[in-house]
């Protein structure tokens, strides 16, 4: 018995050496909000399947390639877990939200030992061909070095109102070409 409580003891003592170094103070990470909203000249049925994974494909751009975990075959719907690469970071994305009849749809994403963020979307039909789109993004670093992170992609949603309009806007006329 002594024996067993001696190694026991010096595990302990082991473990201790080899602990992570203690986490940041909470008040010395980030975490910043943006909103914006932007109308999309398309009724809510044609805006909606826009803001799904799948659907954001089309005016996005390359860089924008989620690999679906789930469900096979790739689908949007509420749960949806999956994968996006940029540059040397993997974000895994988890849809929390795909409420088409509510107009609200919300996702979680993280970027390991960076940031957490979620994205909320919700949609305000104005007329049979023009919908209000609500955006929040909300940014938490979940380390000081994500705090860089969480401030530089926050300047660019200041700008996405207008990026995504213009990009929303030129896949949809194409589509009527």
Known sequence: MKTILTFAAAAGMGAAGLAQPAPPATSDL??????????????YADTAPLFGPEGE?????????PKFLH?????????????????????????TLF?????HFHYVYF????????????FKPIDAS????????????????????VKAMSET???????????????LAGRKS
């Open 71 to 95: 469900p096979q075959p790739a689908r949007d719907e509420e749960g949806a877990v999956f994968t996006v690469q940029r540059g040397p970071v993997n974000e895994v994305w988890v849809n």
């Open 99 to 103: 409420d088409v009849e509510g107009r």
């Open 157 to 171: 949603d200041k700008a996405a109102d207008k990026v995504w309009s213009q990009k929303i806007e030129a896949y």
């Open 111 to 122: 970027m390991a030992d960076l940031l957490v963020t979620t994205v909320d979307v919700r």
């Open 130 to 149: 023009n919908t209000q789109v609500d955006v929040v993004f909300t940014r938490t670093a979940l380390t000081t070095a994500g705090n860089e992170r």
């Open 57 to 65: 494909r089309a005016w996005v751009g390359k860089h924008w390639d």
């Open 30 to 43: 980030l975490r910043l909000r943006t909103a914006f909203e932007f109308v999309v000249h398309a009724s």
